[in-house]
């Protein structure tokens, strides 16, 4: 039997989820549906299967997230790196011919989709595997329960073992289409899920976009590893073009198979499809964090820190973030795409962080600014080191909250422990390390004429950043 490698597309930018999701913490990496994140949850789903360690593939930005979120759920696994987004043929494209010594087969995930059926997921993938060792290319089509306009369809053609030929694969319907769709019987989701031999892909990527095999070819021909995460070469690889793999490959392949999938699929692409896959009370109301509800039916409410407080509402979208609010008409739900847009021509920063930022050493959280101010509630991780670094325009004061800091503040290292500070004039080296078991809590005062995060000026990273 072939070795199955799971590869994990963690590339999306879930806009129609804001403003939980943003550019450096998108929706895969977020706990919607379960305790766990998307991605978590992705991994998690593989446990019945007989896998070798997965790859992901994501971009740069989100490259300690995924270390991070694999690390706590104790997986390891190669963090493939696309210096640029160009869809997913070409992504899939880097995972194969990496493998190419190998030839596994590939089982290609979404980092953010939802599944509630694990065994009905391993029954589909366990049907389609003599399907993929065989040389087809095998999609996965969801069984529809609902006319879905926001879904590509897949038509199934004639019977094979396990499976179906795939017929021909459709747009995204309007409603009258998509109930004749529903109605024929013939007609499954567009999973975006697929499993097929490394080989098998690129011999068919080559015979129908062999521009996009010769310039991924060239990308990783020049390829280096840094911990777990394999960078390709970057020139090569901007200047290859970007398709998906249903164009690229799937709609013109003679070898394309279908296998149905009934496992409670949906790839939440809005507040709306969360409502749906999220449990609810007596009232329809889908509800997280401290919320107080009198007379309200059918609404998706979720906090952070609040209390979220409603009367006599019906079929809204309610979601308190530490900075924005939305709220929204439930059937609505997929416009915010269009407050991103706005947010993004006004170059405002809620559209791109949280105000809780994640780095591979901790987090931060900006708890106050003003015109030459700010501070921030810093967390350490036990062990880990911020960089070496210095700043042109501000100084800093710290203050330790718990744990024990060493820092490094110009010639001087020394111990701060908690109730005590100290004070980082403006171009002075310095580095902040929590040497203990326990994380480490300080407040930050930054003061200056320019506060901005490229304002750092780093000399020496454990984590390889610039």
Known sequence: MAT???????????????????TLFPKQFLPLA?????????????????TVPPTVICNEEHRFI??????????????????????TAP??????????????????????????????????????????????????????????TGYGYIRRGDACD??????????????????????????????GMFLFRASRYLQELGQHRPEILSACQGAV??????????????????????????????EHTEAAVMVPLNAGWSDVGAWSALWDVREHDERGNALRGDVLLHDCDNCLI???????????????VVVDTQDVLLVARRERAQEVKHLVEKLKAQGREEVICHRKVFRPWGNYDSIDHGQRYQVKHITVKPGAKLSVQMHHHRAEHWVVVSGTARVTNGERTFLVTE???????????????????????????????YLGEDDIVRLQDNYGRT
Not at 72 to 77: E, N, P, Q, T, Y
Not at 167 to 188: C, H, I, N, T, W
Not at 419 to 447: C, D, F, M, R, W
Request: with cysteine; proline share 5%.
């Open 91 to 148: 992504a899939l494209a880097l995972a194969a011919l990496l493998q190419q010594q190998e030839d596994p087969l590939l089982m290609v995930l979404a980092a953010d989709h939802v599944i509630t059926d694990t065994e009905a997921f391993t029954r589909a993938v366990e049907a389609a595997t003599p399907l993929a060792e065989a040389g087809a290319l095998v999609t996965f089509g969801v069984v529809p329960d609902s006319p879905h």
């Open 34 to 50: 379960a305790q766990q994140s998307m991605l978590q949850e992705t991994l998690n789903r593989l446990g019945d299967l007989e």
């Open 302 to 316: 979720q906090g952070d820190d609040r209390l979220i407080a409603a009367v006599g509402v019906d079929d809204l």
């Open 419 to 449: 109730n005590e500070s100290t004070y980082i004039p403006v171009g002075v080296v310095h580095a902040l390390e929590n040497p203990g078991k326990v994380p480490l809590e300080l407040i930050e005062v930054q003061s200056g004429s």
């Open 4 to 22: 199955l490698l799971p590869v994990v597309l963690a590339g999306g930018a879930g806009t129609r989820l804001w403003p939980l999701s943003r």
């Open 66 to 87: 995924v270390a991070e979120q694999l690390r706590a759920i104790g997986r390891v696994g190669q963090i493939l790196l696309e210096p640029v987004g160009r869809n």
């Open 162 to 191: 396990g499976g179906f030929r795939v017929s021909q694969f459709v747009e995204k319907p309007d409603a009258k289409r998509a109930q004749a769709y529903l109605s024929s019987g013939e007609y499954y989701w567009n999973s």
């Open 221 to 250: 021909s020049d390829i280096s590893r840094d911990l777990d995460f394999v960078r390709v070469a970057t020139e090569a690889f901007e200047a290859c073009p970007e398709d998906s793999i249903d164009y690229a490959v799937m």
